[in-house]
């Protein structure tokens, strides 16, 4: 069954959902199922321990670079399915 | 000088107050120079910047229902993201974080995380689809999509307890600074707050508010990054503190297992005053259990995507791709700040236990310690006490206490920064409680009054009615807000805390099911909007009266009890009960994408 122009919107939509969140729970909860492991480590970004940078700073960067993607990513899906909004509405 | 729309004019009118700030800056530290005293200082601060607030707000001032609920809809990307970052980011954030993150180290930090993750979910499941919708409201929301005025009204519940729950812990930071900048009493000062936050919103309601949080933020973020900066430079640290603190953070550590962390006896503890408290746990180090660092950062993503104030910032943009854009600024705007707590917590404790630094107290004698001005100073405003508790002359790490607030309001006088810095900083935490309490004061009013009043007790009102109905609300709530503020129940972040779980508990599924599954319905939202808060809530009153608790979730987690119970009961009711009908669906297909028309009308 082919499926109409808005279902494939969604599928995509929906596919793109998952990707985000996937990365989103690595940064966000995944990581820190490792805490002492990641301090142990011998790789120190700008020196801190990996465990304290990521909580200080690297997961956030990694949040704010992964909503800029995300929201050009669902441009493109809303442009191809040309879903976009019309400037003058 | 400036010709043509105010909104074409943004970038312009905010450059040149943003100049006109700075060189206030600059004429105060002058001042002080030619001996203005320091309580002048605090006050010309802080009076400057509310008054300018307040003309913004008086300037804004509206009686058209689409500019009072939603600034008109037409609030640009960038813009909505900096008033958005001032919304989010309340008195916690910045006069308290540094102090939680000071004292409880990395066990803390999950709240950086959580409320900068927290921004995914409410890109990706909510925000651009909620303004496709159109809502003036978030309840708004919950009484169409599920249909009926339960839905309506349970969606209220929520918001208002949340809500209220966040704003007395903001107005109770308002009252702090403007007691100790002003010098009169908290119980006043919280009236104060008060009077300032009404001056900005009362008149023209998301209108006013967006153009003020946008100040606002320029002001708080200036008065955060500045001092911290210049301690960092100041004691040879690193030019640029975020990526160059690395030996600071070792040499903290070094300390901590040269000092250890002795445990005061119950007794000595009970001579130190009510709400300061001692370092005891690793700065840097992995302090506390996996999982209890993954918990509290998922509720606070979690609260994050379900606090109203936060959602209905982005129904002020003028389209859906700017409402997701927006998303994305305003978590920029706040990694701004949120990446400088912890250098600033790294700074002020370094510079405190270092007894290589000039400032470094511990391992002083006490009466010298005893004897510093800035010691006297916080001493005196209840936010710092040393005793000698083993009683050899000398000050040990586990003599030295310190109120949360006074990581962030005393450091840049510890360090030895001109007066003029703490006046900034005093301005700074000033604009970020206020730019919160004006959001969810507004959620609430709005959500009463549009919700409540219009929907379901007067459907016929007009216009001008509604708004002054909108307008009473706005200054009841926060009078109600101000007076149990004034009672001092909570601290700051302990409330905060609680509000994104209430939050969570109530509103996160039925929201993202709203979205996401076609086959929820009515009656599902409103046993998962009301089951979910109330077990959150008894779970929190239990856990509150000695009960074990189970998961290890804790008083300050949970809303994970709310929010599973609220999932697994919206399902199972939704199942057993109808489908949601053929217009619903066809609304649902309608509000995933972006184009075409809002769902509700401009003006509903």
Redesign the interface.
């Given at each position: 069954m082919k499926m109409s122009k808005?279902e494939q919107?969604?599928d995509k939509?929906r596919g793109l959902?998952f990707v985000?969140?996937a990365i989103?729970f690595v940064?966000?909860?995944g990581i820190?199922?490792?805490?002492?492991e990641?301090?142990a480590s011998s790789f120190?970004p700008?020196?801190?321990?990996l465990?304290?940078y990521m909580?200080?700073?690297g997961?956030?960067?990694a949040?704010?670079i992964?909503?800029?993607w995300?929201?050009g990513r669902?441009?493109k899906i809303?442009e191809e399915?040309?879903?976009?909004?019309?400037e003058d509405? | 000088m400036i010709k043509g729309k105010f909104i074409d004019n943004l970038p312009k009118v905010y450059g040149i107050y943003t100049g006109g700030f700075i060189g206030f800056i600059i004429l105060m530290a002058v001042a002080e120079q030619a001996g203005m005293s320091a309580k002048a200082i605090g006050i010309a601060f802080v009076v400057f910047t509310v008054a300018i607030y307040a003309v913004i707000g008086w300037l804004s001032r509206t009686l058209q229902m689409d500019a009072y609920y939603v600034a008109g809809r037409q609030v640009p990307t960038v813009f909505n993201g900096m008033a958005t970052a001032a919304d989010w980011m309340s008195g916690a954030s910045f006069v308290a974080m540094a102090g939680g993150i000071y004292f409880k180290g990395?066990g803390y930090?999950?709240l950086?995380?959580?409320w900068?993750?927290g921004?995914?979910?409410v890109?990706?499941?909510l925000a651009?689809y909620l303004r496709k919708f159109g809502c003036y409201t978030v309840p708004d929301f919950v009484g169409t999509r599920y249909g009926g005025n339960a839905a309506r009204l349970s969606a209220v519940l929520v918001l208002t307890v949340a809500s209220f729950t966040y704003v007395t812990a903001q107005i109770n930071a308002t009252g702090t600074i403007a007691s100790v900048a002003l010098d009169i009493p908290f119980k006043l000062a919280v009236y104060v707050g008060l009077a300032s936050i009404l001056l900005c919103s009362m008149l023209g309601g998301m209108r006013a508010v967006t153009w003020t949080q946008v100040a606002q933020y320029i002001v708080l973020i200036i008065a955060y990054l500045l001092p911290v900066f210049w301690i960092s430079n100041k004691m040879g640290a690193g030019f640029f503190p975020?990526?160059?603190?690395?030996?600071e953070?070792?040499r903290i550590a070094e300390l901590e297992s040269q000092f250890g962390f002795v445990k005061n006896s119950a007794a000595d503890l009970a001579t130190v005053p009510k709400g300061l408290a001692g370092i005891t746990k690793a700065h840097?180090?992995?302090n506390g259990t996996?999982w209890g660092?993954?918990s509290l950062?998922?509720c606070m993503?979690a609260g994050t995507a379900s606090l109203p104030h936060v959602m209905m910032r982005y129904f002020t943009t003028p389209?859906?791709?700017s409402a997701?854009?927006s998303?994305?600024w305003s978590?920029?705007f706040i990694?701004i700040l949120?990446?400088t707590?912890?250098?600033l917590a790294t700074l002020s404790k370094l510079s405190l236990i270092d007894p290589n630094l000039t400032t470094g107290i511990i391992g002083k004698s006490i009466t010298d310690v005893q004897a510093l001005d800035w010691y006297q100073n916080w001493n005196q405003a209840n936010l710092m006490f040393v005793s000698d508790f083993n009683g050899n002359g000398t000050l040990e790490l586990n003599e030295f206490f310190m109120g949360g607030k006074a990581v962030v309001l005393a450091t840049p006088e510890i360090a030895g920064l001109p007066y003029v810095i703490s006046g900034l900083v005093a301005a700074g935490g000033m604009a970020a409680a206020m730019s919160t309490a004006d959001g969810l004061v507004l959620a609430i009013a709005n959500a009463l009054s549009h919700d409540l009043y219009y929907k379901i007790i007067d459907p016929k009102a007009e216009a001008a009615k509604r708004l002054i109905v909108a307008r009473v609300l706005l200054v009841l709530i926060g009078f109600a807000g101000a007076t149990i503020a004034a009672m001092g129940i909570q601290g700051i972040l302990g409330s905060v805390i609680w509000a994104f779980d209430f939050a969570m508990s109530g509103l996160f599924f039925p929201l993202v099911l709203g979205v996401w599954w076609k086959r929820a319905n009515g009656p599902g939202a409103v046993a998962g909007m009301l089951l979910g808060l109330g077990s959150g809530m008894a779970y929190l009153i239990w856990v509150r009266n000695g009960g074990s608790g189970f998961w290890g979730i804790t008083q300050l987690t949970f809303g994970i009890v709310g929010a599973l119970v609220s999932l697994v009961s919206m399902v199972a009711v939704s199942l057993a009960t109808a489908a949601p009908d053929a217009k619903t669906q066809a609304m649902i297909?309608e509000l995933?994408?972006?184009?075409g028309?809002t769902i509700l009308g401009k003006q509903h």
């Open positions: 808005q919107h969604w939509t959902l985000t969140l989103w940064f966000s909860i820190f199922f490792f805490g002492t990641m301090e120190k700008f020196g801190y321990p465990s304290y909580t200080c700073q997961s956030l960067l949040f704010v992964l909503n800029f995300f929201a669902q441009e809303d399915f040309g879903f976009t909004e019309r509405e | 990395y930090m999950a950086l995380v959580g900068t993750g921004y995914i979910l890109s990706t499941l651009p975020h990526l160059m603190l690395g030996d953070v070792a840097s180090s992995v996996n660092f993954i950062a998922i993503m389209s859906v791709k997701r854009r998303v994305a978590l920029l990694f949120y990446s707590a912890p250098m297909d995933r994408i972006p184009s028309k």
